[in-house]
T-cell receptor
């Protein structure tokens, strides 16, 4: 079965700092990869997704992620964070066969200080 | 924008009571998922339906949880009897899964925050 690891559990940054959140998955076949964001008390919102093609994908709010197949990674980046980016970020994967449900990482809580 | 609608948003009840959570998926989506979010376990899949048929409910405690889709516009998750350990946020998500691939993201509802006393 597939799994997702997010190694950064809690990240604290100052505004304008650059962000990179790590995500690694384990699955030998074709995957679809996602980053979701959850603002305090709210539902999960899709930031970006990768299905195929260009491994560098751009999402909403200035976020981007790069799929590196050889490293089984899908790290999330943003060149300059804002206080409003304070939230929890979840990496998730679906596989092409079998269950189509999302398998989530444990999440990374990002705190941006003004 | 089309949205997944969940009711109620909050529910507080005593242990032993029946709890029913409802979800209205986005029109045209053929797959509905129920996830549970807790501090300890994170986000975990409870059940999911394709074209109203249950495909996977292995994440659900069978003795007390049940999930149904009486029609294409309504999915329900029921807990009977409820226990304090069921306290969590329950999210419903819907998506369009095509025959050969799953290249449509899931859209989440606002969740039901359940507290069992």
């Amino acid at each position: 079965a597939q799994s997702v690891s997010q190694h950064n559990h809690h990240v604290i940054l100052s505004e304008a700092a650059s962000l990179e959140l790590g995500c690694n998955y384990s699955y030998g076949g074709t995957v679809n990869l996602f980053w979701y964001v959850q603002y305090p008390g709210q539902h999960l919102q899709l930031l970006l997704k990768y299905f195929s093609g260009d491994p560098l994908v751009k999402g909403i709010k200035g976020f981007e992620a790069e799929f590196i197949k050889s490293k089984f990674s899908f790290n999330l980046r943003k060149p300059s964070v804002q206080w409003s980016d304070t939230a929890e970020y979840f990496c998730a994967v679906t596989v092409e066969t079998g269950r189509r449900a999302l398998t989530f990482g444990s999440g990374t809580r990002l705190q941006v200080q003004p | 924008d089309a949205r997944v609608t969940q009711t109620p948003r909050h529910k507080v009840t005593e242990m032993g009571q029946e709890v029913t959570m409802r979800c209205q998926p986005i029109l045209g989506h053929n797959t509905v998922f129920w996830y549970r979010q807790t501090m300890m376990q994170g986000l975990e899949l409870l059940a999911y339906f394709r074209n109203r048929a249950p495909l996977d409910d292995s994440g659900m405690p069978k003795d007390r949880f049940s999930a149904e889709m009486p029609d294409a516009t309504l999915a329900t998750l029921k807990i009977q009897p409820s226990e304090p350990r069921d306290s969590a946020v329950y999210f419903c998500a819907s998506g369009l899964v095509l025959e050969r691939n799953s290249n449509q993201p899931q859209h989440f509802g606002d969740g039901t925050r359940l507290s069992i006393l």
